[in-house]
């Protein structure tokens, strides 16, 4: 496994697209910074692009390099190695390149502006992590897409749609049951429909850890309740695990059964 | 030349107090304050030297100056409330003053003052006290530098730094009070000034005011209070160059303002209060020249607001700038800067071409579902933000700002 991670993430490397998003991430960065010259606002400007956009960029990479890398996956499988091994070991060269991108496009410019003597470096290892673990989990759902598509277009779209579902469609659907049960407890409930959507968790999760909880009012203190604790933070960031384990077991199964 | 000479003492008696100077020190003939105002007569100084003096209830119903030395320490031993003071003209300066009993049912106070005209009470600190300064009907008086510090736990075992209650023409000046309930309390005060006073830290409000008319606030600064400054059931009250910083918490604001008439709100600064101002059942005040700065709400208007004017304010970064109910009451909102104003200005006269709207539509679904707050700076916040902006269906349509400003009101 260890050899065909290796592989997969010297392939991607060496690819344009990883330079083209770290150098985005990088120039993002600097940008923000300048603009700003604010190390908190900036950082708050950052977690709404890393919470939509990891998730996008997560998707479509995903996607993209399953069915791109598809003949040399096929060689691969004629060769007596194990069908999971091989799939993980793509997945995890895929992340974690990706991953490094977002770490090193964002951490230097950072680093530059003395991000490590501020009080705030804490939020930005929470965001920089948040960002990883979306990275991860997107990968993830995109493979499972791929896996069960043989059709390139038709998996692009499920991908994108899934993407689109995740990021806009939940939170319309959950405002509007927000609005339609006005009338009743909704704090409970709410909780639990952050929790079953990595995105809006993570971004909970930011936005806690930037304290703009006391605006939450009643319902922010539910949460701060929740998160605030160690208990939370385990809970949530296991829950963070789960979207990682629940599609990789998918793919593992998915993939032994799948007639190439 | 007798005579001259009897004019002349005249004269400067009452510079010099000559009626009379008593020391109190540990070593002296005189070694309590008990018995230095028992021997006292009006217009006598009382000077007290660097110790520590036990002090309980002790009642000053003559018109007397008291002054301490640098060291000069008066310990209330956690027993009771310390000076009564009853008579006119009283003045009290220099003292570190410590150690009022806590009380349930008392006001127990360092300095308490109970129908008096013309005090002056300065440059005293006052530690762990109950209540620190309470002034009963009175008239007149100057509380200057005094520093008021406290630590309190919790909102029903702790008392008001100055406590004011039914009286008028007070000046509040350059004190600093800290740790306390609230820092300022005034109840039916009339034409006071309060003027470059620090209140921080403390547990509920940094000034709290009911029933209290004509007064004046200046330069004073409210930072980190529980909630920090209500003004309520007042009228005709100018409130110039404060600044609100911090008052940051689930159910904290800077400045709470609650059937106030005829106010004047000018240069003041809110910066990073979770509510800027929350205006409710206010009419006719002048809010010009403010800064609203990082705040979750700049201004959050609720019911019976009727004629407030909003004028060449800036709005600068606040998570919401304006939260609003009901209809627009001939409120008026016109050339402010808004941080978040998109518009362009083809003519270039410094004012925004398109009119700027500042109630968004989330902050009108949070108005009515709280719980909606969660879904701040998700995607989709934003784009029914940006569609609201486009065509408005639910914000009340004729409140907006004509001439918004292109760059920041100095």
């Keep these: ?260 | 030349m007798y005579r001259l000479i009897l004019y002349i003492i005249g004269f400067l008696c009452p510079i010099l107090s000559c009626f009379g100077q008593l020391t109190v020190c540990p070593e002296c003939p005189i070694n309590t304050v008990q018995s230095a105002v028992e021997k006292a007569e009006d217009g006598t100084h009382i000077l007290i030297k660097k110790g520590v003096y036990l002090v309980n209830d002790l009642v000053i119903d003559k018109k007397i100056q008291i002054e301490g030395e640098p060291g000069a320490i008066i310990d209330g031993n956690e027993a009771g409330g310390i000076i009564i003071i009853t008579s006119d003209s009283v003045h009290i300066r220099g003292l570190r003053i410590q150690n009022v009993g806590k009380s349930y049912i008392k006001d127990w106070a360092a300095i308490k003052l109970h129908k008096t005209k013309g005090f002056i009470i300065e440059n005293n600190h006052f530690e762990n006290v109950f209540f620190g300064i309470v002034v009963e009907k009175s008239k007149r008086g100057i509380i200057r530098n005094n520093t008021i510090h406290s630590v309190s736990e919790s909102e029903h075992n702790s008392g008001n730094g100055i406590h004011l209650w039914h009286s008028k023409m007070i000046e509040i000046v350059g004190n600093n009070v800290s740790g306390q309930r609230d820092g300022i309390y005034l109840e039916f005060v009339d034409k006071s000034r309060i003027e470059n006073n620090i209140c921080s830290d403390n547990l509920r409000y940094g000034l709290h005011f009911m029933f209290s008319h004509e007064d004046e606030y200046i330069n004073n600064t409210f930072m980190d209070n529980g909630a920090g400054v209500a003004v309520m059931f007042s009228k005709k009250i100018k409130m110039i160059r404060n600044t609100f910083i911090k008052n940051w918490g689930s159910s904290s604001y800077g400045l709470l303002l609650k059937e106030i008439n005829d106010a004047e709100i000018k240069e003041n600064l809110f910066e990073e209060n979770t509510i800027g101002i929350h205006a409710e059942g206010t009419n006719r005040i002048n809010y010009f020249n403010n800064n609203f700065v990082r705040n979750g709400w700049a201004v959050k208007v609720r019911g019976a607001c009727f004629k407030n004017i909003f004028k060449q304010n800036n709005f600068l970064f606040n998570t919401f700038d304006i939260s609003y109910q009901g209809n627009l009451n001939e409120n008026q909102f016109d050339q402010n800067y808004w941080s978040s104003y998109t518009g362009y200005d083809l003519d270039k006269n410094g004012v925004g071409d398109i009119p700027y709207r500042p109630v968004k539509l989330f902050s009108y679904i949070v108005n009515r579902t709280p719980e909606t707050i969660i879904l701040l700076r998700s995607l989709f916040v934003d784009m029914i933000n940006f569609s609201e902006k486009v065509s408005p269906i639910f914000t009340p349509d004729n409140l907006l700002d004509n001439n918004p400003m292109m760059r920041e009101v100095r």
């Design chain 1, 1 to 260: 496994m260890i050899k065909i991670l290796k592989y997969s993430f010297y392939d991607l490397m060496r690819s344009r697209w990883s330079y083209a998003y770290f150098v985005f991430y990088l120039l993002l960065g600097f940008v923000l910074l300048f603009l700003n010259n604010n190390l908190d606002k900036a950082i708050i400007t950052l977690m709404n692009i890393i919470v939509i956009l990891t998730p996008l960029i997560g998707t479509v990479f995903g996607v993209m390099y399953y069915y791109n890398s598809k003949e040399f996956t096929e060689l691969l499988l004629a060769q007596p190695v194990k069908r999971s091994t091989i799939f993980l070991g793509q997945f995890i060269g895929l992340s974690v390149s990706l991953s490094l991108s977002l770490v090193l496009g964002l951490g230097i410019p950072f680093l530059f502006y003395g991000i490590m003597n501020s009080a705030i470096i804490l939020n930005f290892i929470t965001l920089i992590f948040v960002g990883a673990f979306l990275t991860f989990i997107f990968v993830a759902l995109a493979y499972n897409i791929a896996l069960s598509n043989e059709n390139k277009i038709k998996g692009f779209g499920y991908a994108i749609l899934m993407w689109l579902f995740m990021a806009v469609i939940y939170d319309g659907l959950f405002l509007i049951s927000l609005l339609v049960f006005d009338d009743y407890p909704l704090d409970q409930f709410s909780l639990f429909a952050t929790v079953f959507n990595p995105v809006d968790l993570s971004r909970i999760l930011i936005l806690l850890k930037l304290d703009i909880s006391a605006l939450m009012g009643y319902t922010g203190a539910v949460f701060k309740d929740f998160f605030g604790t160690i208990f939370g933070l385990i809970a949530s960031f296991s829950m963070l695990m789960l979207w990682i384990i629940f599609p990789l077991l998918r793919i593992v199964r998915k993939a032994s059964r799948k007639d190439f």
